[in-house]
């Protein structure tokens, strides 16, 4: 028979079960919640910077990207007449496209994007990269005035020059620095050819955005229309 005394031994049982389940769970905490027994408080998540992006060397390959071709040029002036790119192992194709000789002995690769539109106007863009900034700067320091570049000019040295092409042509140039690289701009037209005032440094800007999209690792991009 099950007596009272029965059931007070069996409550005096189950009461000894509890009280050693809650020793243990204190001493261990559960399992799933770590040995403190409670969550780890969640902040909000930490976004880090992103790292800032490396200027990359513009190689010959790299260098023939970054220079504009056929779409980016301005319509009027469209027509291709080169667009090539060389290392610098051949020092005599460097002079040759009007380098001097102290910066082809230095450059990694040169290149040339010339345009026209067969009546009365061209476009010539002359490119050569250096292996870095410093380097570059110490080759050119760009004095160009207000006059020459306007305000807020692209590129980090710039300068402007006037040129005397002969035979009825005329032009203005534009030689700027753009981290590791620098560019020669010309365009030249024929006298009382109608050419826009800001052509020549729309073009500029252009150049020294292309080259700044291929220093990043971009593909060149940049245009005037």
Known sequence: MYTNRHRVRARAGVASLVMVLAAVTMTTGCGSQGGSGTLPAEGPAKKSAPPRLAEMILDTARLERALPEQFSVPAEVSQPRNRKAWDSDNAAICRSEEWPASWCSEAVALGIAAYTNMQDQELSVRLIS?????????????????????????????????????????????????????????????????????????????????????QHGETPTASTR
């Open 130 to 214: 250096f292996r870095t900034p410093g380097q570059a700067a110490a080759l050119f320091t760009g004095k160009g005035t207000e006059d020459e570049v306007g305000k807020n000019p692209p590129g980090d040295q710039i300068d402007g020059f006037e040129i005397s092409a002969g035979q009825g042509w005329q032009g203005r140039g534009i030689d700027v620095r753009q981290g590791a690289v620098i560019a020669s701009i010309k365009y030249t037209w024929r006298q009382g050819a109608s050419v826009p005032s800001d052509r020549l440094m729309s073009v500029t800007r252009m150049t020294v955005e292309r080259i700044k999209q291929a």
